[in-house]
Nanobody, 123 residues
């Protein structure tokens, strides 16, 4: 399984970014996907997850109402739309894929990881 994340960058507080993650190597629609992030000096944390097929999603409290995870199974892609960004959202963002239909929130749970994309929010 290969995951390629993109879309990070530098944005001012209050701005928006859309992260993309392209997946290959297996039947994409069968598996849950998630986004995690790791800020400098901090542990990796769960941001958002979506079940296989996209029927259910979950967000960390810190991003609820501002971020939206979605997937396009026809394109083997998962997205993270980030609105009203805050300086505390600055981190390397990773997409991750699970071994089954459901996601879990442990920072080391997913067996497959993308390479990460840097998001920097200036105040």
């Amino acid at each position: 399984v290969q995951l390629q994340a993109s879309g990070g960058g530098l944005v001012q507080a209050g701005g928006s970014l859309r992260l993309s993650c392209a997946a290959s190597g297996r039947t994409f629609s069968n598996y849950a996907m998630a986004w995690f992030r790791q800020a400098l000096g901090k542990e990796r944390e769960f941001v958002a997850g979506i079940t296989g097929g996209g029927g259910s999603s979950y967000y960390a409290d810190s991003v609820k109402g501002r971020f939206t995870i979605s997937r396009d199974d026809a394109k083997n892609a998962v997205y993270l739309q980030m609105n009203n960004l805050k300086p505390e959202d600055t981190a390397v963002y990773y997409c991750a894929s699970y071994g089954g239909y459901y996601y879990t929130r442990g920072p080391n749970d997913p067996p497959y990881w993308g390479q990460g994309t840097q998001v920097t929010v200036s105040s």
